[in-house]
Nanobody
Framework: VQLQASGGGLVQTGDSLKLSCTVS????????LGWFRQTQGTEREVVSA????????FYADSVKGRFAIYKDDARNTLYLEMNRLKSEDTADYYC???????????????????WGQGTLVTVSS
């Protein structure tokens, strides 16, 4: 299984970006999925997560009300819409997939089986 993240870039405070993560294989519908971010010298932290049905979502407090996670099963793609970006949102963003999907989303790094490469988001003030 391969995950390909894209959509990062350099934006200004208050701008919006949409990240995409395309997942290979036929089992996408059954995966719990998540977005994490990491800056140099810090641990990878969860930003948002969604269960395999797309009915249960999690958002870190720092992004609640500004970010939205959703998935398109027909396209095997996970999205993260990021609005009203702040300088503290600057990080490498990673998408992740967990083989065993469940009703409850997953928010720990060690719960995920597959990871995409990072896509860098830089928010300048």
């Amino acid at each position: 299984v391969q995950l390909q993240a894209s959509g990062g870039g350099l934006v200004q405070t208050g701008d919006s970006l949409k990240l995409s993560c395309t997942v290979s294989g036929r089992a996408f519908r059954g995966y719990n999925l998540g977005w994490f971010r990491q800056t140099q010298g810090t641990e990878r932290e969860v930003v948002s997560a969604i269960n395999f049905q797309g009915t249960n979502e999690f958002y870190a407090d720092s992004v609640k009300g500004r970010f939205a996670i959703y998935k398109d099963d027909a396209r095997n793609t996970l999205y993260l819409e990021m609005n009203r970006l702040k300088s503290e949102d600057t990080a490498d963003y990673y998408c992740a997939a967990r083989r065993l999907g469940g009703v409850v989303y997953n928010i720990r790094v060690d719960e995920y089986d597959y990871w995409g490469q990072g896509t860098l988001v830089t928010v300048s003030s």
